[in-house]
């Protein structure tokens, strides 16, 4: 998708408010490059942090529901053939 410039792309706007929005230079940049950074961490950790929690709350709820143990369907069914035939 392609944006209109800030400053509206044609000769016959002229001058427009945005004009001081078109070059950024020196503090400004470094600052803006630096908060972006700090949030790119932020989120970054923040991500890692709650993946790690939510992955503890599945174990937990598999571990708690027996949903990580073997499951003993070939068990029964040999006991249930050395058992002798009910009548």
Known sequence: MVFPSP????SDHGNSS????????GARREEALKKARNWFV????GGLVLGVV???GVVQVLN???LTEKPDAPL?????????PQQ
């Open 42 to 45: 932020i989120l970054v950790v």
């Open 76 to 84: 029964r069914i040999e006991m249930e053939r050395e058992s002798p």
């Open 64 to 66: 708690s529901l027996g």
């Open 54 to 56: 939510v992955a503890f």
């Open 7 to 10: 400053n509206g792309g044609g």
């Open 18 to 25: 945005f004009d001081e929005y078109d070059d950024i230079t």
